[in-house]
């Protein structure tokens, strides 16, 4: 997920950026050159057949026989009346104009009009194109917002895979609402958190926006936030015992715990394992510093080959709350729950693969900056308390006998 400032200024910068690469590849010598000196007024296009899809329509039509036709035009507005005209260009190579971008399902007239080599123009033919629901408006009726900790998630399906918007807003100051957070993704599962917020139940609110300016309604809902704090880093420490073989010397587990001068987390260090059994599980050891119920974390994967080399695919948290545990060999794997000795799984997890949809090989690179922020992984409600944590991966992204991570960052209550 991509966060910026105003999602108009970004869907306008791109399409200004493509308007100039479209003027730049028509001109030379700094003016525009006539392709005809055929002043022939072209016949319409005919026998138009419409597919209508969400938000949009193919219509296929029969382009008139001549040698001296350029492009056909299709012109529309996206809204009622004359609200908000859009334009398209389909070449003569094609036998379809694509309209999109229409603001609800209805009836839309789209006017389709045949250019030739001296830009003349044929008489235009008015089509009706009945778009379906378009997606932006599919994704704010199946939106939620649930609680989080100290916060609320924002939760949708996008099966069409479509760019969109979301516009996350609060009263926070009380005058009305007012834009906290917008988030731009093409991710077919939406999910994400906007934290920061007390554990009073409120209103909050949330609208769906798309690259040709729609908005839909408001979605609104009484969310309470769940309390939490982070827990301090410089309580954290590396718990050696049954580890000092597994860890190589030069990338310690203090690495997962580092911060920068700001207070945020080190990712340019790393820990890593140097094991010397030749088999999975691998796994570090460290104390917490306190003694929290935790409610989520967050992993940062080392950010090299970040999901071709030995970042945790499959792992699992182990907790204990004796500050002096007996020895444990932690298995491959074990059902939630499970007690071995003083140990208790705290829960089993996999760091998602690119959500594009793409192979781990081919991420794209909205999947990896995607990746280095890290993923956020929930603690189940009815866990214990702990002071002593073993993280235990089971699988490498490249299925390799190795394990290494950036940082690990914990939250919970210590109450």
């Not at 970004?10 to 001109?27: E, P, W, Y």
Request: charged fraction near 20%.
């Amino acid at each position: 997920m991509i966060h910026i400032k105003n999602i108009h200024t970004c869907f306008l910068i791109l399409a200004v950026s493509v308007l100039t690469i479209l003027v730049s590849c028509s001109s030379k010598n700094g003016f525009i050159e006539p392709v005809s000196t055929d002043m022939t007024k072209p016949d319409p296009i005919t026998n138009y057949r419409v597919s209508n899809f969400n938000g949009g329509a193919y219509i296929i039509y029969d382009l008139p026989k001549s040698n001296n036709i350029l492009y056909v035009k299709a012109q529309y507005y996206l809204g009622d009346g004359i609200d908000r005209p859009a334009e398209t260009r389909s070449s003569y190579f094609s036998d379809t104009a694509i309209v999109e971008g229409f603001a609800d399902a209805k009836e839309y007239e789209v006017k389709l009009t045949v250019i030739s080599r001296a830009n003349v123009e044929s008489d235009p033919v008015i089509v009706k194109v009945n778009p379906l629901t378009p997606v932006y408006r599919l994704i704010a009726a199946n939106m939620t917002m649930i609680p989080d900790f100290a916060g609320v998630r924002i939760e949708a399906n996008n099966e069409y895979k479509k760019s969109v918007g979301i516009v996350f807003l609060d009263d926070a100051l009380g005058g009305g609402y007012s834009i906290r957070q917008q988030t731009v993704t093409d991710f077919p599962v939406i999910s994400f958190a906007v934290r920061g917020y007390d554990t009073i139940p409120k209103v909050y609110a949330a609208y769906v926006t798309d690259k040709w300016g729609n908005r839909s309604d408001t979605v609104r809902s009484i969310v309470k936030p769940l309390f939490e704090k982070q827990l301090r880093k410089g309580g954290f420490k590396a718990y050696q015992p049954g580890d000092d073989k597994m860890n190589h010397g030069s990338y310690p587990i203090s690495n997962l715990f580092d911060t920068l001068s700001n207070g945020g987390p080190n990712t340019g260090s790393f820990w890593h394992t140097d094991n010397k059994t030749g088999e999975m599980p691998v796994w570090c050891t460290f104390t917490t510093g306190t003694y929290a119920k935790l409610s989520r974390f967050r992993l940062i994967p080392r950010n090299f080959d970040i999901f071709k080399h030995n970042n945790p695919k499959l792992f699992s948290l182990w907790c204990t709350d004796s500050e002096r545990p007996g020895p444990f060999t932690p298995p491959l794997f074990a059902e939630e729950g499970t007690r071995i000795g003083e140990w208790e799984n705290l829960g089993n997890f996999s760091f998602n693969d690119p959500l594009s949809g793409a192979a781990r090989n081919a991420a794209t690179e909205a999947d990896l900056n995607e990746a280095r922020k890290g993923q956020e992984f929930t603690v189940r409600f009815n866990a214990p308390k702990v002071r002593i944590i073993r993280m235990v991966v089971s699988e490498s992204m490249a299925r390799t006998i190795q394990g290494n991570a950036a940082d690990l960052t914990f939250w919970g209550d210590e109450r």
